[in-house]
């Protein structure tokens, strides 16, 4: 189990968090409510601004037709987003977004105008599939919860509307990956803001954010996760290196 070190300094708040999850894209389960239902992994999903979810699910798989079947045409599901580290860890899953509400179906005119409304925002050829094989349909969300490293709570389908993405979220895996598999020895320097029985531990990078570094140290029986705070909050890569080279006091960070 990953255990937490000391209190944190401040980070994105969970509206922000929840909305990084979903900009991310991360891995998806679609589960209904009831316990004898046949848990689905969409083709494709996309979370929109106000919550609402859609999922693209082959046209023969079972929730499609319950989906159908359901009185009012509303199937009570839950939609889970895993939002997964970029680099290679015991344990990987950094954070959990679960959407709950009802799984509702389009008819075909509806289904190709909501395939174009996620193509303007998330561009992908497996939308050209809907009416071909494929189904799309609505998850329409009455509660959502987010657990990560800085605690589980509920959201409200307001706040995440109004809340906005981290800036680096679609360039942080590219970043951490780099950072974990070139240069070592900068990870290494990152030690000596450990509390001191966490220094011996196997250090990785586990994520970015405008407000800070988040660390995984990996100690024999258990994980720890350690966020390193910035000086202030950036929102722009030359920020951002600035405030990395503040942390380890490299300057080739500044490059990167």
């Not at 360039?171 to 030690?191: F, N, Q, T």
């Amino acid at each position: 189990m990953v255990q937490s070190t000391q209190r944190r300094p401040a980070a994105p708040t969970p509206a922000e968090r929840a909305r990084t999850i979903a900009a991310r894209g991360g891995r998806a389960a679609l589960l209904p409510a009831h316990e004898s239902g046949q848990k689905a992994t969409p083709v494709l999903h996309h979370v929109y601004r106000d919550a609402r979810a859609c999922v693209l699910l082959d046209d023969n798989h079972p929730l499609v037709d319950a989906a159908w079947a359901a009185p009012r045409e509303e199937l009570a599901v839950m939609l889970e987003l895993a939002d997964n580290a970029p680099v290679q860890l015991r344990e990987p899953v950094r954070g959990l977004l679960w959407i709950t509400g009802w799984l509702r179906p389009l008819n075909p005119g509806q289904a190709r105008a909501e395939a174009i409304s996620v193509a303007e925002e998330r561009p992908d050829p497996r939308l050209l599939d809907v009416g071909h094989g494929k189904t799309l349909l609505i998850v329409q969300p009455a509660s959502l919860v987010l657990a990560d490293g800085e605690g589980t709570c509920s959201l409200k389908a307001d706040d995440f509307a109004v809340a906005k993405p981290d800036p680096f979220c679609l360039m942080e895996d590219d970043w951490l990956r780099h950072l974990e598999i070139s240069h070592r020895e900068v990870v290494g320097l990152l030690a000596k803001h450990l509390p001191s029985e966490l220094r011996g531990g196997h250090i990785r990078p586990l994520g970015l954010d405008r407000l800070g570094l988040r660390l995984r140290v990996e100690a024999p029986g258990e994980d720890h996760d350690v966020r390193l705070a910035f000086a202030q909050p950036v929102s722009n890569p030359r920020e951002l290196a600035i405030e990395l080279r503040r942390l380890v006091g490299c300057p080739f960070l500044t490059s990167q």
